[in-house]
């Protein structure tokens, strides 16, 4: 896990985008993701985070877009994922990133 004190880190991350609309059952596990990453200490890993919430009054699919610094996008479908298992891929992703930057800036 992407820990800082037993934390996600967001040194990685360049932009993060959260569409949901609130009138709809499935959104749960967005709303809690969004809670989660909207905390001071995770937000302060990396204060150049951009982190846009787009609440639609549409019916759409509650999703959450990822941009890493390099480019590569990580899409998370709110309806088909738990909370848990949202932060669990993203802090995988963000700590594979990490130890990725580490390597690179040893060679």
Not at 10 to 18: E, F, G, P, R
Not at 22 to 28: A, K, L, Y
Not at 60 to 84: C, H, Q, R, Y
Request: aromatic content about 4%; hydrophobic content about 35%.
């Amino acid at each position: 896990m992407a820990a800082s004190k037993g934390g996600l880190v967001l040194k990685s991350v360049k932009k993060i985008v959260i569409q949901f609309c609130p009138f709809e059952s499935n959104v749960r596990s967005t709303r809690e993701f969004l809670k989660t990453i909207s905390q001071q200490r995770i937000r302060s890993t990396n204060i150049n985070c951009e982190t846009v919430t787009d609440i639609r009054h549409d019916k759409s699919e509650p999703m959450v877009n990822i941009t890493f610094d390099d480019g590569e996008k990580l899409l998370m479908k709110g309806a088909l994922l738990t909370s848990k298992e949202m932060l669990a891929a993203f802090s995988a992703r963000c700590t594979a990133k990490e130890l990725q930057a580490k390597e690179n800036a040893k060679r």
